[in-house]
């Protein structure tokens, strides 16, 4: 069983388009993330939802747009795709009230590339 | 750096032999994670070490931390060729509730 999943493993679009991503866990934990993954492999923090409310916006352009419907799903929403914006998204979650002091569980990642 | 800074950023190895790699970092802590990431797959969590913390085992895996040199190690003893992966430390840093990770220590176990 899939503890944290998040689809599709793969995406490829024309700069412009608006996709989405999706991103479930049936760990029942509190709080999820979302993560970007350079080419050089550092792993940065996007957003973090604890029991459907947001906890953490760092930094990211509003073309990015998280939504939970319910804490056991946390989608990416991203709007007029750029160049940049190429990279492997990975979904993760954890116990706690989105507290660091608990271990992470990752998706496989969804790697996108803009065209 | 509010991340941690791993060292070396490769490092290559025969089956059988250990590995050491080591994490810096500047700011205070609460906790250290490290984490393994297998080629195409999601980071995986292999040891969490509190700040009042010296020292941590898990199977083949031993971790250290230093807070007075504000540095981790992660030893990998008698490794395999399926040690082969990506290994991250990730700090919890004690102000905010977030945790930032390095940019990785890429080991190869030659079989």
């Known amino acids: 069983d899939t503890a944290v999943s998040q689809t599709p493993k793969y995406l490829v679009t024309q700069m412009g388009n608006d996709k989405s991503i999706k991103c479930e866990q049936n760990?029942?934990?509190?709080?999820m993330y979302w993560y970007k993954q350079d080419s050089k492999k550092f792993l940065k923090i996007m957003f973090s939802?604890?029991?459907?409310?947001?906890?953490i916006n760092e930094t990211v352009p509003n073309r990015f747009s998280p939504k939970s419907p319910d804490k056991a799903h946390l989608n990416l929403h991203i709007n007029s795709l750029e160049l940049g914006d190429s990279a492997v998204y990975f979904c993760?979650?954890?116990?706690?009230?989105?507290?660091?002091?608990?271990?992470?569980?990752f998706g496989d990642g969804t790697r996108l590339s803009i065209l | 750096s509010q991340q941690g800074e791993e060292d070396p950023q490769a490092l290559s190895i025969q089956e059988g032999e250990n590995a050491t790699m080591n994490c810096s970092y500047k700011t205070s802590i609460n906790n250290l994670q490290w984490y393994r990431q297998n080629s195409g797959r999601g980071l995986v969590h292999l040891i969490l070490?509190?700040?009042?913390?010296r020292e941590k085992h898990s199977g083949r895996l031993r971790v250290t931390l230093d807070t007075s040199k504000k540095s981790s190690s992660l030893l990998i003893t008698a490794s395999r060729a399926a040690d082969t992966a990506s290994y991250f430390c990730?700090?919890?840093?004690?102000?905010?509730?977030?945790?930032?990770f390095g940019g990785g220590t890429r080991v190869l176990v030659k079989p």
């Open positions: 993760a979650s954890s116990y706690g009230t989105g507290m660091n002091n608990q271990p992470q569980h």
């Open positions: 070490i509190r700040s009042n913390e």
């Open positions: 760990l029942g934990h509190d709080t």
């Open positions: 990730a700090l919890g840093q004690a102000a905010g509730n977030k945790l930032t």
């Open positions: 939802y604890n029991n459907k409310e947001l906890i």
